[in-house]
């Protein structure tokens, strides 16, 4: 079964419009953590927005949030506002609390397309 | 510091050479990672380093690679005898784990594309 599985393949929004991103994972761990990142046609991996586990408020960093529903196991990313500058690659991983290299585990990822 | 660097940013080789990329990470984070990405898919994880010690690698990462952090500082990928199917996008990423289990978020370089031919 895919840990991390995000269903849009690619979305469309209108700039200065909301957009959520979603992802679901799938754990038996209780202690884990859940990323987006964004990846630019540069390549590099800019992280966004981080959610724990045990964290009771939804993350929120800028005009980024997390809306985090543990039951669901989804971490949506929403992005309010869309700038031209949000068309890109993004990214949803998981960190979990078991094993000692906790690495990342990424999904598929979802190409973002902001229009004019 | 300026963040994860990585060199070469492309590399075209020929099926059957040698290939090594270096990573720079950021200076106080102890542990570094390699990931590999092909084109649509997500990042996926070959190995880590905890300081100078190799601690886990991936059954992605195949008896032709190894890599190395001989001072806990930079680290080297390499591959030997390349094959088509290693052409892809590989990533080194480093973050801070600090004693008692807290653990900053991984910073990534911008990546070395591998094109075998």
């Known amino acids: 079964a895919q840990k991390i599985t995000q269903t849009q393949p690619g979305m469309f929004v209108q700039e200065k419009e909301a957009v959520t991103l979603d992802c679901t994972y799938d754990?038996?761990?209780?202690?884990?953590?859940l990323f987006w990142y964004k990846q630019p046609s540069s390549g590099e991996m800019i992280f966004l927005i981080y959610?724990?586990?045990?964290?009771?408020q939804n993350a929120t960093e800028g005009r980024y949030s997390l809306n985090f529903q543990k039951a669901r196991k989804s971490a949506n990313l929403v992005i309010s506002a869309s700038q031209l500058g949000d068309s890109a690659m993004y990214f949803c991983?998981?960190?979990?609390?078991?094993?000692?290299?906790?690495?990342?585990?990424f999904g598929s990822g979802t190409q973002l397309t902001v229009l004019p | 510091d300026t963040g994860v660097s990585q060199d070469p940013r492309h590399k075209i080789t020929k099926r059957g050479q040698n290939v090594t990329f270096r990573c720079d990470p950021i200076s106080e984070h102890n542990r570094l990672y390699w990931y590999r990405q092909t084109l649509g898919q997500g990042p996926e994880f070959l190995t880590y380093?905890?300081?100078?010690?190799?601690?886990?690698k991936s059954r992605l990462l195949s008896d032709r690679f190894s890599a190395e952090r001989p001072k806990g500082s930079f680290s080297t990928l390499e591959i030997q005898r390349t094959e088509q199917g290693d052409s892809a996008m590989y990533l080194c990423?480093?973050?801070?784990?600090?004693?008692?289990?807290?653990?900053?978020?991984?910073?990534f370089g911008q990546g070395t594309r591998l094109t075998v031919v």
């Open positions: 959610q724990g586990s045990y964290d009771e």
């Open positions: 754990t038996s761990d209780q202690s884990y953590g």
């Open positions: 990423a480093s973050s801070l784990a600090r004693p008692g289990g807290s653990h900053t978020e991984a910073f």
């Open positions: 380093f905890q300081n100078e010690a190799q601690l886990e």
């Open positions: 991983a998981m960190r979990e609390g078991t094993g000692s290299a906790r690495q990342l585990t």
